[in-house]
């Protein structure tokens, strides 16, 4: 099935680094999600993007809906070690009864305190 | 919160053998996706319903079939469990704006 290049795949950092990551795909997308994922437990939205070139943030975390509406980022600033997890990225083409949404295969970030 | 359980939250069956998994919504939303998480390849979707009895099927239906007969319970059933259905089974609903999807806490399942 489709799926949206999401990278860096894995990054280890040291507490007080900044993070940057990203997604982009061949298609067009009308909604770009940004998840976070910790061990044992379900995707948690972050952030919810719906309008191109829109940069939206959510205390340390910005990300930004690409203007060709083919890409979006991921920013986190000053991490912290709570920020250990998998992130996910998602996008949404179509809408109607075909609410299904493309997704990346994760960005896997460790944090050195 | 929005809401969802997920039932049972871990499992281990037989191969062969029938499975049902609950998923459980308490604030009446129309859309629910069951999702199945394998390292390496990340959330894919095996089904999907879009209201009562309407049921739509993901990138991976095969070996899983679905049933919604009211609002707030959407059950995904392996009708003869294989040891490559082992993995997290996680469900979903949409809820407010946009295409937002929000989680439940998942189900582990291991077929021995």
């Known amino acids: 099935g489709q799926q949206l290049n999401q990278s860096p795949q894995s990054m280890f950092i040291q507490e007080g680094e900044d993070v940057s990551m990203n997604c982009t795909s061949s298609s067009i997308f009308n909604t770009w999600l940004w998840y976070k994922q910790d061990p044992g437990e379900g995707p948690v939205l972050l952030i919810a993007l719906y309008k191109a070139g829109e940069l939206t943030s959510n205390g340390r975390l910005t990300a930004q809906f690409g203007i060709t509406r083919k890409d979006s980022f991921l920013n986190i600033s000053a991490s912290i070690p709570s920020d250990v997890g998998i992130y996910f990225c998602a996008g949404l083409a179509n809408a109607g009864n075909n609410r299904k949404l493309i997704w990346g295969l994760g960005t896997s970030l460790a944090v050195n305190p | 919160d929005a809401g969802i359980t997920q039932s049972p939250r871990h499992k281990v069956t037989e191969t062969g053998t029938p499975v049902t998994l609950r998923c459980h919504q308490t604030?009446?939303?129309?859309?629910m996706y069951w999702y199945r998480q394998d390292p390496g390849h990340g959330l894919r979707l095996i089904h999907y319903?879009?209201?009562?009895?309407?049921?739509d099927k993901g990138e991976v239906s095969d070996g899983y079939s679905v049933s919604r007969s009211k609002t707030e319970d959407f059950l995904l059933t392996l009708e003869s469990a294989t040891s490559s259905q082992t993995s997290v089974y996680f469900c979903?609903?949409?809820?407010?704006?946009?295409?937002?999807?929000?989680f439940g806490p998942g189900t582990r399942l291991l077929v021995l």
């Open positions: 604030e009446n939303h129309r859309y």
């Open positions: 979903a609903i949409t809820q407010g704006v946009g295409e937002t999807q929000y």
């Open positions: 319903s879009y209201g009562v009895k309407d049921t």
